[in-house]
Each structure stands twice: as structure tokens, then as C-alpha cells.
């Protein structure tokens, strides 16, 4: 697997001090609220179980599934694979993604969020790839920026694979045939 990546952008430690960074951050912005931490399937997972690690006041945990990508392109519809278990009326929420790219899965899951009335939504990506964006949405809280190349590693996926890569890496041409 290791042998298919062409060139590590963001290396695990890089990663995991950015969490730490990340996390003292949510603490003191969160002290006393309980927000709902909402974690977008699949690619946020590894992410958001390293970040929340981290924070140290309570929170709830909920996960919603998306998608929207075929290989590596966005079909530019989002479809709900799973909703939520959880009510967010009222509710803080911080939603938790590994990247924005054309920014469509976000702008679709802040404007249910606000049709279903939570009181603040707060957004924190460990990537951020500007220059892909076709809708207009930004993060709050932005772990890395990345150029505008297809990557993948630590929740991010190519055809389902490569999520399990502790770091973030783009892969080598012929992997993906180009
Ligand atoms: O800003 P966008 O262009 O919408 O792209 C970002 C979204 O695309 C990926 O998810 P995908 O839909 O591939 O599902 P996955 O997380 O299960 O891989 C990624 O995890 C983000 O959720
Ligand atoms: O660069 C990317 N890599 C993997 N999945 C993605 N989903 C949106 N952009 C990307
Ligand atoms: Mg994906």
C-alpha cells in the first residue's frame, strides 16, 4: 500500500500535533455547552476520533453518512446514506470533516442544520483545498491547506481504499491510470 503513494504531504506527527492544537482550541470554546460533535462518514473518522481525544469538556458524538464522490470526481449531488440518531434544535454543533473541496457536501449539511434549527454550527476540517471550491462555504477551524491535487490517506479514500494510511499523501499517476 505504502509503495503506491507517490509523496507524503502531511506526515502522521504533523497530524497528531495538529489535533492536540486543534483540541486545547475546542476545549476552551466549548467549556460548559455540550456541543454535538458531528462526524461526516465516512472520510471524517479517523480525524475525529484523534481530535476529540483531545478536548477535554463534554460533548455528544453523532455521525451522518454522505456521499457524493464517484473515484474522483463529484457527481455534485449529495445523497444521505445515514442521518442522524440525534435532535440538533437547540443544539451547538460542530461538524467534523477530513477536507472541503468544491464545498458542495458542506454547504448541503449547514443548510439542513439550519433548516433544523441549531442554535450555533461550527465547522472544522483537517484539509482544506481552496482552489477545487465551486460553492461558497468556509470552515471555522482549518487543520491544513492542500493544493489542488487528488489525496488521500488517514480517512480520505481513492475507490475505498487508503483510508487506513496514518498520513495524507497523493498517489502515484498509474495507480489511478493517468
Ligand atoms: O467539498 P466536497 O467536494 O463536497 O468534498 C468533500 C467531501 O467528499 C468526501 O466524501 P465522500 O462524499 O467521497 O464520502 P466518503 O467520506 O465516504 O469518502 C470527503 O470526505 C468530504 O466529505
Ligand atoms: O482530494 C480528495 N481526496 C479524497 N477524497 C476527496 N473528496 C474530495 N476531495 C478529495
Ligand atoms: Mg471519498
Known sequence: MHSEIKEILISEEEIQAKCKEIGAQ??????????????????????????????ETHLEMDFMDVSSYEGMRSSGEV???????????GRDLLIIEDIIDSGLTLSYLVDLFKYRKA???????????????????KADIIGFEVPDEFVVGYG?????????LPYIGVLKPEVYGG
Open 26 to 55: 475546542l476545549t476552551e470554546e466549548y467549556e460548559g455547552k455540550f456541543p454535538l460533535a458531528i462526524g461526516v462518514l465516512k472520510g471524517a473518522m479517523p480525524f475525529m476520533g484523534d481530535l476529540l481525544k483531545r478536548v
Open 79 to 89: 445523497k444521505i446514506e445515514k442521518d442522524l440518531n440525534t435532535q440538533v434544535e
Open 119 to 137: 442554535k450555533s454550527i461550527k465547522i472544522v476540517t483537517l484539509l482544506d483545498k481552496p482552489t477545487g471550491r465551486t460553492s461558497h462555504i
Open 156 to 164: 480520505l479514500d481513492y475507490d475505498e481504499k487508503y483510508r487506513n
